[in-house]
């Protein structure tokens, strides 16, 4: 079965809609998907068999992601479509209107994953416009968008829930992105720590994601004003990028965190993020859009807990309570418990045994064997077994 991905963004951009495509796209070929990606080109990317980049322009105030041609994104996703059986989109931009004009020329089914909540996050890039009248059109585009389907696939249970009550009646599968368990077991905390000045038996508490305004890394600040009072000696990390990075600088200044945050940029997915991680005590996280949380099981999967919000895609993630633990969304109770996770480690060294068993049943092996079973019920083809919806 040959499948055509469709995509306003991917790698170079680091982000979690790249993450997934990226990782579906290898793990499928173990079920017999083959898979084409037309997506945008960010500078002088190196050809790749099987991916076709379309020319595009920065998008006004996001340099990191690019506005693709309309012309050139359609004529390459009807070229590209025309030895497929199928039409996966990404993003709801100019790639959703390719894919599904090339699937209605050529007959060929055409899905969608839905990995953004747009309604929540439209005022961070347009505060000067009324937020209410931001989210009603959120809300219109994403349910006009998700009826003109033949499927739509969702990360969590919380946005097939967010989906239905947009009046979206095109049938919605919750199917969350795997994760390489083996890409995250391996780090070496040790020479990460020693890269970056950090003593060996200094506390540290791991944020890993795009350092933007709707990931609520503000909350974990405040929440790190209060961790300090049981132990002062730790250091909070921010690892990635992003439209938020000088606001959350000012307010750390200002919260007199400065020898206590570390923002240190973007890091390699095969070697140097895998060792950030291993070289943690503890995973933070506090976003209240997020669709699933990725990062939440990359941690696990490197035998780190977690603790962090249970708010919309995490709560499917974090409801187990298995390798995680979540406070009350109150950044002084955050604070506390992370303080006193890092002061009694002996008391939560369960979670840590917990977290990488538990981030097997998220693997990507399995979660590829549930989207090519979906591909072949919407194409029609042999061998499709009913989707299992995901809710662990």
Known sequence: MRVLMVSDVYFPRVNGVSTSIETFRRSLLAQGVGVKLVVP??????????????????????????????????????????????????????????????????????????????????????????????????????????????AVVVPSTAMRERLESYGVTSPLHVLPTGIPLAQFAGGNGLDFRRRHG???????????????????????????????????????????????????QKQAATLDLTGSVRFVGYLDRRQGLPDCYAAADVFVFASRTETQGLVLLEAMAAGLPVIALSEM?????????????????????????????IDHPAAWRHLGDEAPIYAQEWSDAAMAWRLAQLYRQVAGKPGAASPQTVTA
């Open 198 to 248: 950090i003593p060996e038996d200094r506390p540290l508490a791991l944020f890993v994601g795009r350092v933007a305004h709707e990931k609520n890394i503000g909350f974990l600040l405040e929440a790190m004003v209060h961790a300090r009072k049981l132990r002062p000696d730790l250091l909070l990390m921010i690892a990635g990028e992003g439209p938020a990075m000088g606001d959350l």
């Open 313 to 341: 895609g995490t709560t499917d993630i974090l409801a187990p309570g298995r390798g995680a633990f979540s406070p009350p969304c109150d950044s002084e109770a955050f604070g506390e418990m992370l303080g006193h996770f």
């Open 41 to 150: 080109r960010y500078g002088d990317e190196a050809e790749e068999q099987g991916i076709v980049r379309v020319a595009g322009r920065p998008v006004p105030g996001d340099p990191e992601d690019r506005l693709v041609g309309w012309r050139a994104m359609h004529r390459a996703v009807l070229a590209e479509a025309a030895d497929c059986d199928l039409i996966h989109v990404q993003t709801p931009f100019v790639a959703h209107y390719a894919g599904l004009k090339a699937g209605g020329a050529l007959g060929l089914p055409v899905v969608a994953t839905y990995h953004t909540l747009f309604e929540e996050y439209l005022q961070h890039y347009a505060p000067f416009l009324p937020a209410d009248w931001l989210r009603g059109l959120a809300r219109r585009v994403s349910r006009r968008q998700c009826n003109a389907l033949d």
